[in-house]
């Protein structure tokens, strides 16, 4: 059920929605995702299949429904996007589900960004059903079967990378390049991976709420950095009250802490001699933005809230401010912390196009109006333009 480009990935617009209402990824169904690694404490399902299974020995050749598991893991910032498309694909909801796919005539209502599907005659089939068969695979009409399982594990965007180029998984998610995750060469990147980009993100600087309602509700990006290098230690030195900064970073090795360093301190491997503690998840940054007076940190958007309050900042005498109403915005890829959200894929003889029929199928449904407004808008993420969204679906195979 081949569609041209234009009609799979609809007319992607940037919607009005506020950091503050930024979703942690919460899903409506129970998907087959869990943690791996060190994920921490928000692996928000069921056990955790994501290093069972090889992304370059997969046997399916997209013609029938009896395939093999899809498995991800990776970073905690592209984890809620994945794992919601993972719950969503896995429930397989029929056309007639006006919550989670489709049009409930009855009811009235519709999944934003579904009716540019409907409206093209594209389907009455269920979710997953709808998307495999674009590429070769047989419809199961069931709820909760769809033609193939998927399985989203949560780690690292380091972890994410590795474990895609070491076969351990099929997609590998990450919030950094995998050139500076795993301190590779554009050139060989090139050759090993093909990078699928699902959306992205602006990423916020966010203060904790004392030192926000003390004031500081926007710093520049020179006291930033300075923060981070133990120049600045004392929130009166900019602005704020007359209390020591407490200064949260990720880990080493997450695409948030990889980004945060190309972007504010100008290289992957910068010192960071001022930040006090680092945590694997942004969940857990967040829970010690809450929990913890004059903190500062960064983190992804989907983790901001009405007490881990993204903070202005002030880039070369332009103020970006985390108002999607704002002449500057951090919603706006002029942002200079914005960064790519990857889903990585690797090259094999089996796949010479890098990417497989079950990847390019999932990978598709987050390329359409559906997929950008549901899984990416709705958690608090940055839809990609529609000549964007047109590269991307260079990057799959042809459809079936």
């Known amino acids: 059920m081949p569609q041209d480009i234009a009609d799979r990935s609809g007319r992607v617009s940037r919607r009005k929605f506020l950091v503050a209402t930024g979703a942690a990824g919460a899903t409506g169904l129970a998907g087959c995702s869990g943690s791996s690694g060190d994920a921490g404490n928000d692996a928000s399902g069921g056990s955790d299949d994501s290093g069972g299974s090889s992304g370059s020995g997969s046997s399916d050749d997209g013609s029938g429904s009896a395939s093999q598991m899809l498995t991800a893991e990776g970073s905690s910032t592209v984890y809620p996007i994945a794992n919601k498309g993972s719950s969503y694909w896995n429930s397989n909801p029929p056309a007639s589900d006006g919550e989670y796919w489709g049009t409930n005539e009855e009811e009235g209502n519709t999944v934003p960004g579904w009716n540019s599907l409907a409206e093209n005659g594209a389907t009455d089939m269920r979710l997953a059903d709808y998307f495999a068969s674009l590429y070769g695979f047989e419809p199961t009409g069931q709820q909760a079967t769809p033609p193939f399982m998927t399985s989203i594990g949560l780690s690292h965007s380091g972890t994410g990378c590795k474990s895609v180029v070491d076969g351990l998984v099929d997609i590998g998610n990450s919030s950094g390049p995998i050139t500076a995750e795993l301190d590779w060469s554009e050139e060989k990147a090139q050759e090993e991976v093909v990078d699928h980009v699902l959306g992205r ?124 109403d704002a002449e500057n915005t951090i919603f706006d890829s002029a942002y200079p912390l914005n960064r790519d959200l990857h889903q990585y894929t690797k090259i094999t003889e089996d796949t010479q196009s890098g990417t497989d029929m079950r990847e390019a199928a999932f990978m598709n449904m987050f390329l359409t109006d559906f997929g950008q407004k549901v899984f990416v808008e709705d958690n608090n993420y940055i839809p990609l333009p529609t000549s964007d969204i047109e590269s991307e679906f260079e990057k799959l195979p042809d459809q079936a």
């Not at 694997?280 to 940190?297: D, H, K, L, S, T």
């Open 201 to 324: 993100d602006g990423q916020p600087v966010v203060v904790s709420s004392d030192i926000y309602d003390a004031g500081v509700t926007q710093l520049t990006g020179e006291e930033v950095r300075q923060i981070y290098q133990d120049e600045i230690t004392n929130w009166n030195e900019v602005g704020g009250p007359d209390q020591e900064i407490y200064v949260i970073g990720r880990a080493e090795g997450s695409g948030t802490d990889t980004a945060f360093r190309l972007n504010m301190l100008g290289s992957a491997d910068a010192s960071m001699e001022g930040v006090d503690t680092r945590f694997g998840q942004n969940q857990q940054v967040a829970q010690a933005v809450q929990q913890n007076e004059g903190a500062i940190a960064y983190m992804a958007l989907a983790f901001t809230s009405e007490s881990v309050r993204p903070v202005g900042i002030e880039f070369d005498g332009t103020l970006y401010e985390p108002d999607r």
